[in-house]
């Protein structure tokens, strides 16, 4: 049956790449992206059922359904989902598709592009920027162009594969999370390093004549950024282990320099 | 000290809804406070001031993410606001990210009404689908991005131009040592988002990786992080190889227990 009924052209995928960048146009708690992610697709299911009313409300009703991935990977579900759509499978089949990649995508998505290029690109392309450099926010541009273009590529990708995108999505997206998790976690460890800044003004008086800076004798000496590397453990600490909310740390930290600028230590 | 004239104070509130709009959807990533600040600056006649503004604002901000529908404080009004206030109170941009947090608060804010809110467009676009009412279907998602989109322009018209002279006051009636805070402030910041990706990231397995990215930016003085980032990729194909090859060979042990709902 497949192959013999395409009504889908490459050009309706291209376009389907960048329609899908409305998946967040409606979103709300209740439904998270689900109107959005309905009304990306709605010209290609027109163009489907065409005069198939019935069959139209019913896709449309099955994608109104919660879904809450990630906007840079939701073009290869949508892809995916259009094929089988294309061939008219069955409605359950392509209802449970749905729910079973989603998930993952949102996992390896935000692994990915939230926690893992993100803090790169920004560290890269901020110490640029901060020494008054336009190439920062350029290259910052340009990275995440190239990204919004591929888009493109992985609807293509999630149309021509159909079902057999599910078994590659399946045995690798635990690998890809972990890979991108480990290069993620070694410029976090880069990043506190560099961005994190805390300095000790204080100084201890040995006699008249000599005192030692805290931090240029010491802490530069022995080990340099603990500070900045314990207090962010200390966020993570918080963060993880008691629950607070990261608007407090915030608050905590105003306060915590605040204070310590009063009495000069910082 | 600046003024920002009505003229800039629309182009900051037309940049706001633009900016405002790729945010909601996430689509370009215009909405990142290195942009944001950069686009301001050029707006405002001070290009430095936006692009050192805009750097310092991103760091403090690369790891409070919208990932997996949570919404963080608000990076767009972070970058603008930042910008704005070292603009007009000549402060330091250290000093006025903590100046522009309370607008970056109240964004965060205003964009969880909506959340909860549009909720109740959803019982409508049940209606359109019932119908196989296409066109109301896609009025419906231009509808929810316009107010988005509304909305980020009156808020940041006020925030830069109506309130403009109180922000003033406010920072000439500091005292040094509370500027001087809250640029300390400003430089710990980013801290809180580094312990926010940690806390999505971080398992037992991976503290290597953290020493090992902690100490080569440590002791290797270089003007950015492309050798931390260079070093992390060659461990993570390492790994990625490595996992693989257990995967061929029918040890799944590295994938048990890995599931999403523990991290990613």
């Known amino acids: ?266 | 000290m600046h003024s920002v004239t009505l003229t800039q104070g629309l182009l900051l509130a037309l940049l706001a809804i633009i900016v405002g709009v790729d945010f909601w959807l996430e689509a370009l990533f215009l909405f990142r406070p290195i942009i944001v600040g950069t686009l301001s600056g050029l707006i405002l006649g001070d290009l430095q001031t936006g692009l050192i503004a805009g750097g310092l604002t991103e760091l403090a901000f690369a790891g409070l993410t919208p990932a997996g529908g949570t919404q963080p404080p608000n990076p767009i009004l972070a970058g603008l606001m930042t910008t704005v206030i070292a603009f007009t109170t000549g402060t330091d941009p250290k000093t006025a990210i903590g100046l522009a947090l309370p607008f970056s608060f109240l964004m965060q804010y205003i964009i969880l009404f909506y959340y909860s809110s549009f909720s109740f467009f959803m019982a409508k676009a049940d209606k359109y689908a019932e119908e196989a009412d296409t066109k109301s279907l896609v009025k419906l998602n231009i509808l929810t991005t316009s107010i988005v989109a509304i909305t980020y322009g009156i808020v940041v018209f006020l925030c830069v131009f109506v309130a403009q002279d109180l922000m003033k006051a406010l920072v000439a009636a500091m005292p040094a040592w509370l500027a001087h805070g809250f640029e300390i402030a400003g430089g710990i910041l980013p801290a809180v988002g580094f312990g926010m990706l940690l806390k999505v990231m971080m398992k037992a397995q991976y503290v290597p990786y953290l020493m090992v990215g902690f100490f080569v930016a440590s002791f290797i003085p270089f003007s950015n992080l492309l050798p931390v980032a260079v070093i992390g990729a060659a461990l993570a194909i390492y790994e990625y190889f490595n996992s693989k090859d257990k995967l061929l060979k029918g040890e799944s042990a590295i994938v048990k227990g890995d599931d999403y709902s523990e991290g990613i």
Do not use: C
């Open chain 1, 1 to 266: 049956m497949k192959g013999s009924n395409k009504v889908l052209t490459k050009k309706d995928i291209t376009r389907l790449g960048f329609l899908s960048s409305f998946l967040q146009a409606s979103f709300n708690y209740e439904r998270m992206q689900a109107g959005g992610f309905t009304a990306a697709q709605l010209p290609f299911l027109k163009k489907i059922y065409k005069d198939d009313k019935k069959g139209l409300s019913e896709a449309m009703t099955d994608n109104l359904e919660f879904i809450n991935t990630h906007p840079n990977f939701v073009g290869f579900l949508m892809g995916l989902l259009l094929s089988l759509e294309e061939s008219h499978e069955d409605r359950g089949i392509i209802k449970g598709l749905k729910v079973a990649l989603f998930g993952p995508l949102a996992g390896i998505g935000d692994a990915i592009f939230w926690f893992t290029i993100l803090p790169i690109v920004a560290g890269i392309s901020s110490s640029f920027a901060m020494q008054g450099n336009a190439l920062g926010p350029i290259l910052f541009f340009t990275v995440y162009l190239t990204i919004f273009l591929l888009r493109i590529v992985w609807t293509h990708l999630g149309y021509n594969l159909g079902t057999k995108a599910i078994d590659i999505i399946k045995t690798n997206s635990q690998m890809i999370s972990k890979a991108a998790s480990i290069l993620g976690i070694t410029v976090i460890g880069g990043l506190i390093a560099s961005y994190v800044h805390i300095n000790v003004l204080s100084t201890i008086a040995i006699n008249a004549d000599h005192a030692v800076s805290l931090q240029k004798d010491f802490f530069d000496k022995i080990f340099p950024n603990i500070l900045p590397l314990g207090y962010t453990l200390l966020m993570f600490y918080l963060l993880k282990k008691k629950k607070v909310s990261p608007v407090v740390l915030i608050f905590m930290t105003f306060i915590l320099a605040i204070l310590l600028s009063f009495i000069g230590i910082l």
